[in-house]
């Protein structure tokens, strides 16, 4: 499943996304799913991480493309994510923790039943 109404951005991590993108050119994320920060969304050189043949395209914010792994995508039920900047760095590769931030993933709840969860 695939497509653009699955990611969005809020616009402080737009902001962020575009200052990262005009210091470091092309970007690339990639929903975590345990590794390195846990389930955080993990921002790299697009040229560092090409998409293996198992990751799904959630949809570009701006303009960058944004994977997850298949067989996460599937566990996790075809999640739509709100991806915001929460202060502190990020202890994984992430690019943007140089400069104070790391990247969330905000998902609804199932069916909207229960108050949105973050994904640090």
């Known amino acids: 499943m695939t497509g653009p109404d699955r990611i969005t951005a809020t616009p402080r991590a737009a902001a ?22 846990g389930s955080s969304p993990m921002c790299l050189l697009a040229a560092e991480l090409p998409p293996g043949p ?17 067989d996460q995508d599937a566990r996790w039920k075809h999640p739509t994510f709100l991806i915001d900047v929460a202060p502190g760095a990020a202890t994984s590769l992430s690019l943007e923790g140089s ?22």
């Not at 570009?60 to 792994?69: K, L, Q, S």
């Open 16 to 37: 962020t996304i575009r200052a990262l993108t005009e210091r470091h050119g092309p970007l690339v994320f990639h929903q975590s799913g345990g590794c390195c920060d």
């Open 54 to 70: 198992a990751d799904v395209l959630l949809g570009e914010v701006e303009g960058m493309p944004f994977y997850i792994d298949g």
């Open 99 to 120: 400069g104070g931030v790391h990247f969330v993933a905000r998902s609804p709840a199932p069916a909207d039943t229960a108050p949105e969860r973050s994904i640090p």
